[in-house]
């Protein structure tokens, strides 16, 4: 999608420079795409604390059992 956005161009130039990325395209998605990821996380911590799931973590990762050789 094609559209006009007036920008800081210091703020611009420096997500570039500390990411490492060339276009300015590219830098503004990766922006993007980092803003919803951490709003996602945000929204995920809200359950903290009220799921209860009934699982062993030990069995799930296959603690404690006699291991043969």
């Known amino acids: 999608m094609r559209t006009t956005l007036d920008l800081p161009e210091d ?3 420096q ?3 500390v990411t ?3 276009t300015k395209t ?3 998605t990766v922006a993007l795409e980092e803003l919803v990821r951490k709003s996602k996380i945000s929204a995920l ?3 903290k604390g009220k799921v209860d799931l009934d699982i062993d973590l030990d069995v799930l ?3 404690n059992r ?3 050789i």
């Open 66 to 68: 006699c291991r043969h």
């Open 45 to 47: 911590k809200k359950f």
């Open 26 to 28: 590219k830098v503004i």
């Open 15 to 17: 997500a570039m420079q």
């Open 61 to 63: 990762r296959d603690r």
């Open 20 to 22: 490492n990325i060339r």
């Open 11 to 13: 703020l611009l130039n």
